[in-house]
C-alpha cells in the first residue's frame, strides 16, 4: 500500500508561560496508508492530539515534513493549506455539531462552503444520511438525538466533501460501550466501503479492537512502537508498548491484584500468554502434567483482536514450577513468572 501521508522526523514545541518548552511531538516519522484504520494509543499527554492536528494542517511542525500525496503541508500558502485540509474529514468526542441547525443542515453545511447547488446538496445529504442509517431523523435538531446518532451525524458532516482520509479525535469516549460498538462498526463501514482511510486516536483498547489495521503507540511525544494490531497487542516489544497493553487490556494482573492473589495463592504464579494457535490450551496442560506440576488458573483474559484470539492466563503452580517453566519455553510457549 502507498503511503497517503508520510510524517518525517516531525517535531512540535510549545513555549510554555514560565518561559520552559515541551516538546508535545518529538522526532516522530510515520507512513499513514491508504486504505487502512490506523490507532494512534498512547496514555494522556503522549502528544496524540498534537500529532492529529499536524496531519491536517492545524498546526505547523516546530521542525520536519508532513506530505500529503506528496505535497509538503510546510512549504503551502494559506489558501493551498485550506484546500489541503478540505481533503481531510473530522470526528470529534464531543461530536461539535451546529445545535441550531438540523440534521441535514449540519451534514449540508460543508457542501455549501464547497459552493455545491442546493439540488446537488439536498441529494447528497439525502445519500449521506441514509448511508450511517438517520434519513428518517433529516429534520430534527442535534438535542434531540442520543449520543450515538449524533456521532452519526458527525460522520455524515464529514464524508459530505468526499474526504480520502478520515480523522477521529477520540469519536467514541463519551459514548456507552453497546454504543460505541454501533459507531465503530459504522467507521468500519466507511472503511471498507466507501474506502476512507481512517486515523482514530484514541485511549479505548475497544476501538482499537474493533477497527484498526495498524497501530502506533506513542509515549511522551515519542512514537514507541507501529505495527500490525495483532502484533502490537500479542507480543509489544518496546517496554513502552508493554505498559500501555498491560494496562489496557487487563490480561495481566496489575501490582494490586498481584499482592493479593499471593495472599491466596501461595505457589509460584506463572503468566502464560495466549494466542491464535491451534490447541495451545492442550498443549499448555500437557507440559505441566508431563512436568508433574499442578496448575490452578488463577488469573486472566482471552478476547479477540481482528478476529485473533489472544490474551494471558495466569497459573498458580506447585510441583514442580522451574520444571514446567522450562518445559513451557521448550514447546514454544511465551510464559513469564510474574515478580
Ligand atoms: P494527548 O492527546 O496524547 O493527550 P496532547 O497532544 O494533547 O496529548 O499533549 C501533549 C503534550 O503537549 C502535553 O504535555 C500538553 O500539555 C502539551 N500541549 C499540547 N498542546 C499545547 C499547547 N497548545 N500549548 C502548550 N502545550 C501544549
Do not use: C, W
Not at 434531540?144 to 464529514?158: E, F, M, N
Not at 456507552?176 to 482514530?200: A, C, F, H, K, Q
Not at 490480561?251 to 493479593?260: G, H, I, K, Q
Amino acid at each position: 500500500m502507498s503511503a497517503l501521508i508520510t510524517l518525517e522526523k516531525v517535531s512540535k514545541s510549545f513555549g510554555r508561560r514560565d518561559g520552559s518548552t515541551v516538546t508535545a511531538v518529538d522526532a516522530v516519522s510515520l507512513d499513514v496508508l491508504e486504505g487502512e484504520v490506523l490507532a494512534v494509543i498512547g496514555y494522556s499527554g503522549a502528544g496524540k492530539s498534537t500529532l492529529v492536528r499536524l496531519l491536517n494542517a492545524l498546526e505547523k511542525p516546530t521542525s520536519g515534513h508532513v506530505l500529503v500525496g506528496g505535497q509538503d503541508l510546510t512549504k503551502l500558502s494559506e489558501k493551498q493549506l485550506r484546500a489541503a485540509r478540505s481533503k481531510i474529514g473530522m470526528i470529534f468526542q464531543q461530536f461539535n455539531l451546529f445545535r441550531s441547525r438540523t440534521v441535514a443542515g449540519n451534514v449540508a453545511y460543508p457542501l455549501k462552503v464547497a459552493g455545491v447547488g442546493p439540488k446537488e446538496r439536498d441529494r447528497r445529504t439525502a445519500e449521506l444520511l441514509d448511508f450511517v442509517g438517520l434519513l428518517d431523523r433529516a429534520h430534527s435538531y442535534p438535542e434531540q438525538l442520543s449520543g450515538g446518532q449524533k456521532q452519526r451525524v458527525g460522520i455524515a458532516r464529514a464524508l459530505a466533501t468526499n474526504p480520502p482520509l478520515l480523522l477521529a479525535d477520540e469519536a467514541t469516549s463519551a459514548l456507552d460501550p453497546e454504543t460505541t460498538t454501533e459507531v465503530l462498526s459504522l467507521l468500519r463501514r466507511v472503511n471498507t466501503e466507501l474506502g476512507v482511510t481512517i486515523v482514530v486516536i484514541t485511549h479505548e483498547m475497544e476501538a482499537v479492537r474493533q477497527i484498526a489495521d495498524r497501530v502506533a503507540v506513542m509515549e511522551n511525544g515519542r512514537l514507541v512502537e507501529v505495527g500490525d494490531t495483532y502484533d502490537v497487542f500479542s507480543d509489544p516489544q518496546t517496554p513502552a508498548a508493554q505498559r500501555f497493553v498491560r494496562s489496557a487490556t487487563h490480561d495481566r494482573p496489575s501490582a494490586d491484584t498481584l499482592e493479593r492473589l499471593r495472599h491466596q495463592h501461595p505457589g509460584r504464579l506463572v503468566s502464560v500468554r495466549i494466542t491464535d494457535e491451534p490447541r495451545l490450551q492442550q498443549r499448555i496442560d500437557e507440559v505441566f502434567r508431563s512436568s508433574g506440576t499442578t496448575a490452578e488458573l488463577v488469573y486472566g483474559g482471552v478476547s479477540e483482536i481482528r478476529e485473533r484470539r489472544t490474551g494471558s492466563l495466569t497459573y498458580e503452580l506447585t510441583g514442580s514450577p522451574d520444571a514446567a517453566l522450562e518445559a513451557l519455553r521448550a514447546a514454544g510457549i511465551h510464559a513469564v513468572e510474574e515478580a
